[in-house]
């Protein structure tokens, strides 16, 4: 059974850090790349980052996050992260762990999703 399972959000103060992760399982982790999505209130779900499959040198970020947020992979543990510093009010949103098969973009999995507040 595939699942992908975030854990680590929370509230937290303007300025502040978290540390998002996902546990994956089910399925080949290391065959897939991973991203971090967000959906704010409102408003669409986005890409925050993503990290490749090979030896995760090829990170990208949305504008809004570059040099405060950082995605990772552990494809030992089957596990991603994205730590997130400074974080501001317009990071609030539902963070979600995503995972698509490199050769096949089709296969697509979600995890269930992780809610940031950000809130003096």
């Known amino acids: 059974q595939v699942q992908l399972v975030e854990s680590g959000g929370g509230l937290v103060q303007p300025g502040g850090s978290l540390r998002l992760s996902c546990a994956a399982s089910?399925?080949?982790?290391?065959?897939?790349?991973m991203s971090w999505y967000r959906q704010a209130p409102g408003k669409e779900r986005e890409l925050v980052a993503s990290?490749?499959?090979?030896?995760?040198?090829?990170?990208n970020y949305t504008d809004s996050v570059k040099d405060r947020f950082t995605i990772s992979r552990d494809n030992v543990k089957k596990m991603a992260y994205l730590q997130m510093n400074s974080l501001k009010p317009d990071d609030t949103a539902v963070y979600y762990c995503?995972?698509?098969?490199?050769?096949?973009?089709?296969?697509?999995?979600w995890g269930q999703g992780t809610q940031v507040t950000v809130s003096s």
């Open positions: 990290i490749s499959i090979r030896d995760g040198r090829i990170t």
């Open positions: 995503n995972a698509v098969y490199d050769y096949n973009r089709s296969i697509i999995h």
């Open positions: 089910g399925f080949t982790f290391s065959l897939y790349d």
